[in-house]
Every structure is written in C-alpha cells, then in structure tokens.
C-alpha cells in the first residue's frame, strides 16, 4: 500500500509516520518557526507555562516520594553528606561568616526547641536583634561596651535555669559577659559584677 514499504513487509504505523516526518521535516520545522516568529510572546508564555506545570508535577512527584520512603530519603541525605562532606562545610563556614547573627539565633532557637523551651516570637529572631541592636544603642545590655565587634542573643534567664527562649527573656550581649555571666540570671549578674542594666529596663 506504500510505495516507499519493501515489499512483503507488513505496514508499520510508527515507521510510516517517522518517513513521513523526516520527509518533511524541514517544512515542519520552517512552519512551527514561521509562527513562533509571528506571535512570540504567546510563545514564550506558553513555554513558560509548560514549564511551570512540569515543574509543579516534579515537585509534587518529589515530596510524595521522601514521605513514602522517607528512610531511604534519610539515608541518601546522610550518603549526601559524607561524599559532600568538605564542600558542604565550606559552604557552611562562608554562610557562618555572612550571617553571624542569624547563625546564632538558629541555634538557640534549635537548642530551646529541643530541650521544650521555645517561647514566642512575634517577630524573627534576626528582626528582633535588629530591634535591640537600636534599643541598646548598640551597646552590650551588661556591660555597655560596643557590640561592633561581636555580640550575641543572650537569655536573661538562661535555658539551664529554666527560661524560655522567647522575645521577652533575650538581650545583646557581649561576648565576654556571655561567657562570664554562663548561668547566672541577668539579675545575680548584675549584682556580682555591679553593673548595668545599659538597655532593656528589665532584669
Ligand atoms: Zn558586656
């Protein structure tokens, strides 16, 4: 029935339209360009869109692939890091650098959640020692010296003694009076060291 099929061979429906394609593959070609070239915004969002959808669908595929196996997800994260190991703690060392303080508060707010100490934050952390960065004038709330030269988010309360990692109980402080004060209430520190408060009109 084709005059291009040898003969005695059956009729192939998947060859046929593949010898037709590449028959005419340039006037195809030239078509589908001609009308890109015609209206290439409707293009370029239809492609866009397509993109997207397919996007969304990996995604989705994704996500209900780690909750199904998520011990071989688990798994393959820790593989991850090992082979990664080096290159992902540069990384880390340079994010460390970029972003002291929001590195600090992760932390702290890691430790609280852990040990069932997290409080309230209405705002951030980072939005909150924006906050006191100008409340305390940037200046330690013990000691009054400058925090330019490194400060952190310290609990009034500390979490050993049962205060809560929450807006309320945080100042900046010093480094020094951080490691000095330990696990002293803001209160006691206060008292051995006779000085302060410089910033929040708490103790
Ligand atoms: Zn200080």
């Not at 590449?22 to 006037?27: A, G, S």
């Not at 196996?69 to 890091?81: D, F, G, P």
């Not at 400058?146 to 807006?167: N, T, V």
């Amino acid at each position: 029935m084709l005059e291009n099929s040898p003969p005695g061979k059956k009729y192939d429906q998947k060859e046929y339209q593949r010898a037709y394609y590449l028959r005419n593959r340039e006037k195809t070609l030239a078509r589908q360009r001609n009308r890109r070239l015609a209206n290439p915004k409707l293009f370029q969002e239809r492609s866009r869109r397509s993109d997207e959808k397919r996007k969304d669908a990996k995604r989705a595929k994704g996500e209900e692939w780690k909750e199904i196996n998520q011990e071989r997800w688990n798994a393959y994260l820790k593989e991850y890091y090992i082979i990664n190991k080096e290159r992902i703690q540069n990384y880390n060392k340079g994010w460390d650098k970029r972003n002291p303080q929001s590195r600090n508060a992760i932390w702290q707010r890691h430790r609280a959640r852990k040990i069932d100490q997290l409080g309230e934050w209405p705002i951030s952390e980072t939005e909150m020692i924006e906050a006191l960065w100008s409340e305390q004038d940037a200046s330690c709330y013990y000691c009054g010296t400058s925090l330019s030269l490194g400060f952190d988010l310290e609990h009034m309360l500390p979490l050993s003694r049962g205060g809560l990692h929450d807006w309320r109980n945080v100042c900046l402080s010093c480094r020094t009076c951080n490691l000095k004060k330990h696990t002293l209430t803001a209160k006691e520190f206060f008292a051995r060291e006779g000085v302060g408060p410089y910033g929040r009109g708490q103790s």
